[in-house]
């Protein structure tokens, strides 16, 4: 057990007893136990594996490499459409993790087999993400955003792509384009305004 870890599964929340089993099924590995993210990640050779997060209506396993896992019961989730690699095992009841510990050991031994094997996880490329029209003018209206934006990092780019080509409506692909003008001619990310 690691301490730094402890303040998550100390806090009072209605999935507390999930989690602190849950720490005893992955505790009961060979995987390290760390602080990532607020929350408690096990890895090995300081490579992610698994991680206990919670919502509202549910806790869950977030497995890294989700999609290169064997899934036999259906129980692996992508969290939103844009996550491409990890994959989430939710708990709506408190007892479903009690439940179900034979499965989670076992999707939690494949997880392990899968880091171990080194296999790889193909990401789409920062330019097959979709890239909006309303970015698109600006770079033509303002001379130093193309390069400004091509300059970011992948993961800032990818970000923003994301982002602004998620809205709907050309209008509020315009705003949100327009709001982060400033952020990205001067290097910055959407998390660092």
Known sequence: MNPKVNFFFNKETKWQKAYEHLRLILLDTEMKEELKW????????????????????YCALLFHKGTLMNDPGNLLIQQTKNVQAARQMRFFRIDEVFEKESIIRSYVQNAIEVEKSGEKVELMKTDEFPMPDELLRKFEQIPNLQNAFEALTPGRQRAYRLYFSSAKQTKTREARVEKFLPAILDGKGMDDV
């Open 38 to 57: 607020g929350c408690p990640c096990y890895t090995i050779d300081g490579k992610n594996v698994v991680l206990i997060h919670g919502f509202n209506d």
